[in-house]
């Protein structure tokens, strides 16, 4: 699934907000702050490390644009290198990350992620999209329910920052998430605060418990083992279609909504 957010000038999240997020998608942890002439960069499997430098540099540049990115590792090894943000195409004036999966073919024993494949070996042949509004729709659909924040000083392009599917997130105030594994949820199942990890709004009811999902806006028993939206069949974590979904690892699902480490 992972967990990317974007903060406009003057707003930045909370260290709770972070926290929950990375404890929900804990494969890899990284942020990027444009202050202007540069991009500044960050990343490491240390969540408290990261987070802990992040509002530290975000504090220097309260008025710039920041993302934060927790990952949930469906592609490539955990590590530092495949940990959000990147360079495209090597580049240090334009950052990408991403939340989804995104279909791009990743050559045999190729152990990078499928973000860091589409940032090196396929958008630098597409950047002129990103300025033309047809062009950038077709980005969009080509990435499907992924979302992406790049952070640009590149001199060819015309914006500082691009979202691509950003309907697809939702903004509270000036900041920008992808989904909603930042919140923490109260657990319908032992009635006590647990971070969690999903696409389910839970509405108590009072004989039983409802979901909501946010792909088909149905009202759901939960669906215990599947994580499966009974109405739509979508994958909960990236909202797309089971046939489509590659993060869909239902049995890291289950141990992880029974408590296990994950």
């Given at each position: 699934m992972c967990l990317l957010m974007v903060a406009s000038p003057n707003y930045t999240p909370t260290r709770k907000e972070l926290m929950c997020a990375c404890t929900n998608n804990p494969d890899g942890f990284g942020y990027a702050i444009h202050v202007g002439d540069r991009i500044l960069t960050g990343k490491g499997l240390n969540a408290e490390s990261v987070v802990s430098k992040f509002l530290k540099v975000r504090a220097q540049y309260p008025d710039a644009w920041a993302m934060f990115h927790a990952r949930w590792a469906t592609h490539g090894s955990v590590c530092t290198t495949n940990s959000h943000p990147y360079e495209v195409g090597g580049r240090q004036d334009l950052i990408l990350a991403h939340n989804g999966v995104l279909g791009v073919e990743i050559p045999a024993g190729d152990d990078r992620s499928d973000t860091l494949v589409f940032a090196e070996d396929w958008l630098p042949n597409f950047l002129e999209l990103l300025d033309d509004e047809s062009?950038?729709?077709?980005?969009?659909?080509?990435?499907?329910?992924?979302?992406?924040?790049?952070?640009?000083?590149?001199?060819?392009?015309?914006?500082?920052?691009?979202?691509?599917?950003?309907?697809?997130?939702?903004?509270?105030?000036?900041?920008?998430?992808?989904?909603?594994?930042?919140?923490?949820?109260?657990?319908?199942?032992?009635g006590t605060k647990n971070y969690y990890s999903s696409n389910w709004d839970y509405v108590k009811d009072d004989d039983y418990q409802t979901d909501f999902c946010f792909n088909c806006e149905m009202y759901e028993p939960h669906p215990l083992v599947d994580f499966v939206c009974a109405t739509c069949g979508s994958c909960l974590d990236c909202l797309t279609d089971l046939d489509d979904c590659l993060c869909y690892r239902p049995d890291l699902h289950q141990e992880s909504l029974f408590g296990g480490e994950y």
């Open positions: 062009g950038f729709g077709e980005l969009e659909e080509l990435v499907s329910g992924s979302k992406i924040c790049i952070f640009s000083t590149a001199p060819e392009l015309q914006n500082q920052v691009y979202i691509l599917n950003e309907d697809l997130g939702h903004w509270v105030g000036g900041l920008w998430w992808s989904n909603y594994s930042y919140q923490v949820k109260d657990s319908w199942m032992f």
